[in-house]
């Protein structure tokens, strides 16, 4: 079984401040972990997948994630917020090429002057 | 545009009226999902597609009727709803190779059930 938790429901930062989004993720065999943005009566969009090779990803907006197995973590973070940024982001997991994904219940990124 | 499109985006309905939700996917892909999203609750999955088969239906109630008619379309028949069935429903697609490529997902149907 896959299963993804993220840690707070509700993150503020500061606009230029680090951003932190935290995701533990649970599975028997190498996973294939993603990150989602969602935008206000939007859908989820992809900001950034790891499946195998380098270990930090790079993702759209200045977004990055680094996958620590020795941790189950895929932890998202930009190194400086913008407005821009407030959204909800869903962390998910897969198990193999025809596996579902899994999505944890999402973080909300408030951001403030 | 995200490459799955769902009409209508917003949607008022009575709770004896009986309407339905669209998908439509050019992607090529051969899996889509129906997901519903309540305030402060998790992303809930309704139902899964392959190849037009349904093959996953996560006990939703009958007043939900789902339709999948080919590998690009997806339709969510309603009727008799609760006004507690008020969320946001997205759609979501996904081709063979999901775990490399995750799942595409349209813009949504806001849906009021008055």
């Known amino acids: 079984a896959q299963s993804v938790t993220q840690l707070g429901s509700h993150v503020s930062v500061s606009e230029g401040a680090l951003v932190l989004l935290r995701c533990n993720y649970s599975?028997?065999?190498?996973?294939?972990l993603f990150w989602y943005v969602q935008y206000p009566n939007q859908g989820l969009q992809l900001l950034l997948k790891y499946t195998t090779g380098a270990t930090l990803v790079k993702g759209i907006n200045g977004f990055e994630a680094e996958f620590k197995k020795s941790e189950t973590s895929f932890h998202l973070t930009k190194p400086s917020a913008h407005m821009s940024d407030a959204a909800e982001y869903f962390c998910?997991?897969?198990?193999?090429?025809?596996?579902?994904?899994?999505f944890g219940t999402g973080t909300r990124l408030q951001v403030t002057l | 545009e995200t490459g799955v499109t769902q009409t209508p985006r917003h949607l008022v309905m009575g709770m004896t009226n009986k309407k339905s939700l669209k998908c439509e996917q050019h992607?090529?892909?051969?899996?889509m999902y129906w997901y519903k999203q309540s305030a402060k609750k998790p992303l809930e999955l309704m139902f899964v597609?392959?190849?037009?088969?349904?093959?996953e239906n996560n006990s939703v109630p009958s007043r939900f009727s789902p339709e999948c008619p080919n590998s690009s379309h997806l339709f969510l028949h309603l009727h008799t709803l609760q006004p507690e069935d008020s969320a946001l429903y997205l759609c979501?697609?996904?081709?063979?190779?999901?775990?490399?490529?995750?799942?595409?997902f349209g813009s949504g149907t806001r849906l009021t059930v008055v």
């Open positions: 998910a997991v897969s198990t193999g090429t025809a596996s579902k994904l899994t």
């Open positions: 599975s028997s065999v190498p996973p294939y």
């Open positions: 992607l090529g892909h051969n899996a």
């Open positions: 979501a697609s996904s081709g063979e190779d999901r775990a490399n490529y995750g799942y595409t």
């Open positions: 597609y392959n190849f037009k088969e349904q093959t």
